[in-house]
């Protein structure tokens, strides 16, 4: 690996797909493409550096299946369950498990990076991360920080990993993209967005990678149809651009066909799926 590179360890909506109870084609398929864990990300850099963007229900069965063993920092795009209810699992980064002189050898505090509204929720809903209890069960030691005070002009530093966040909305709520960059590679990692200002696509515009909110083609009031993310990667330019966040009314290979109609292979875009390795191989 020459430099940085990310791997999408889930790609699938807030349901997942299979979508439980359903016997659609889509959730039936035994293509591999077509089954989605909930959507997150993991970020490994050159040094080792190594990042998580969202913490869903599913984040040990990630971790497990993709050899997570390292974690310098968590990203949150945003508080609700399908990206954020994993957070308890990361407690194994921030304890360290072996035993020096038959005691547990703490590491430092895990940073968890949100915005201030995220913040908030994360506080709320795990109350007893902060608040004194006793130790049985184990609980993540987290430094939750906010992502307000960095921009383009003071970007985030992880290592050799340098992060800017990019404000969107989803639907009425604020919620955050993340643009990674090592040594001139750049992914722009832009889930759970219905909107994006103008000077949030200036700041990945023409970047290597982009992930973008894909949900499906009928209106949503939260997320990016694939009519509107075909829209926005060609202000984008990415070099390629990959859906994700997608539900269950198309399959993998349908929904190639339709942006690759609907772009007339103008340029480069396409659903992704869970595992698919980003790197500057892949560019």
């Not at 439980?20 to 293509?31: A, H, N, V």
């Not at 985030?156 to 404000?167: A, K, M, R």
Request: hydrophobic residues 35%.
């Amino acid at each position: 690996m020459f430099v940085m590179q990310m791997i999408l360890t889930g790609t699938g909506t807030s349901h997942g797909i299979p979508v439980i109870g359903c016997s659609c084609p889509r959730c039936s398929s035994s293509d591999e493409k077509d089954t989605r864990l909930r959507t997150s990300a993991f970020v490994q850099a050159k040094d080792g550096t190594s990042v998580v963007i969202d913490t869903g229900p599913e984040f040990r069965i990630q971790a497990l299946k993709w050899r997570i063993t390292r974690l310098d920092a968590v990203l949150l795009t945003h508080t609700h369950a399908d990206h954020l209810h994993g957070l308890d699992d990361v407690r194994i980064f921030s304890h360290n498990c072996s035993r020096v002189q038959n005691e547990a050898t703490l590491r430092p505090s895990l940073k968890v990076y949100a915005n201030k509204v995220s913040i908030d929720e994360v506080k709320e809903r795990f109350s007893y991360i902060f608040k004194p209890t006793q130790e049985g069960g184990g609980k993540p030691r987290l430094d939750l920080v906010s992502v307000e005070q960095f921009s383009s002009d003071h970007p985030l530093t992880i290592g050799s990993l340098s992060i800017i966040p990019i404000p969107m909305k989803h639907g009425e709520l604020d919620t955050t993209g993340f643009l990674i960059e090592e040594e001139g590679f750049r992914i722009a990692y832009l889930t759970d967005c219905s909107y994006l200002q103008e000077s949030s696509v200036s700041l990945v515009k023409g970047c290597s990678h982009a992930v973008l909110d894909g949900l499906r083609t009928r209106a949503h009031t939260t997320h990016l149809t694939f009519d509107q993310a075909l829209e926005y990667a060609s202000r984008i330019q990415a070099k390629k651009t990959w859906l994700t966040h997608i539900c269950h009314d198309y399959s993998h290979e349908e929904i190639n066909r339709y942006l690759a109609e609907k772009s007339e292979n103008k340029f480069f875009i396409e659903a992704s799926y869970d595992g698919l390795i980003l790197n500057s191989s892949s560019s």
